[in-house]
C-alpha cells in the first residue's frame, strides 16, 4: 500500500503562487507515474498534470499550461506541482496519485493510491 500526504495549498490572492508537495516513504516511489488532480465544490475531479517515472512525459491540462509545472525528485520520494499565476476558477481541493501505468496518465482510472488533497483557494 503506498501512502500519498499532499502539504503547501492554502489561500492566495489572484496571481500568486504555490507549490504543492506529494511525499511518500514508498521505496519503489520513482516507478510509478505522479499526478495531479482537483476537485471544486460540484464539480467532477478533473486531471491537471501527470510526470513519468523518467519525467519524460509530463502532460498538462489546457487550463493550467504554461502556468503550472510538474516535477519530482525520485531520491526524495517527493512530486511537485509549482502553480503560478493563479486564478480564481484554480480553487480546488488538490490531490495527488500515484499509477503504475504510463498510459492514459489523464484519466483518474488509471492511477492505483490517492493522497487526502490539499485545499488551494485564490482569491480574486
Known amino acids: 500500500q503506498v501512502q500519498l500526504v499532499e502539504s503547501g495549498g492554502g489561500l492566495v490572492q489572484a496571481g500568486g503562487s504555490l507549490r504543492l508537495s506529494c511525499a511518500t516513504s514508498?521505496?519503489?516511489?520513482?516507478?510509478?507515474?505522479m499526478g495531479w488532480f482537483r476537485q471544486a465544490p460540484g464539480k467532477e475531479r478533473e486531471f491537471v498534470a501527470a510526470?513519468?517515472?523518467?519525467?519524460?512525459?509530463?502532460p498538462y491540462a489546457d487550463s493550467v499550461k504554461g502556468r503550472f509545472t510538474i516535477s519530482r525528485d525520485n531520491a526524495k520520494n517527493t512530486s511537485y506541482l509549482q502553480m503560478n499565476n493563479l486564478k480564481p476558477e484554480d480553487t480546488a481541493n488538490y490531490y495527488c496519485?500515484?499509477?503504475?501505468?504510463?498510459?492514459?496518465?489523464?484519466?483518474?482510472?488509471?492511477?492505483?493510491?490517492w493522497g487526502q488533497g490539499t485545499q488551494v483557494t485564490v482569491s480574486s
Open positions: 496519485a500515484a499509477s503504475a501505468s504510463t498510459m492514459g496518465v489523464r484519466y483518474a482510472a488509471r492511477y492505483d493510491y
Open positions: 514508498e521505496g519503489t516511489f520513482s516507478r510509478y507515474t
Open positions: 510526470i513519468t517515472w523518467s519525467a519524460g512525459i509530463t
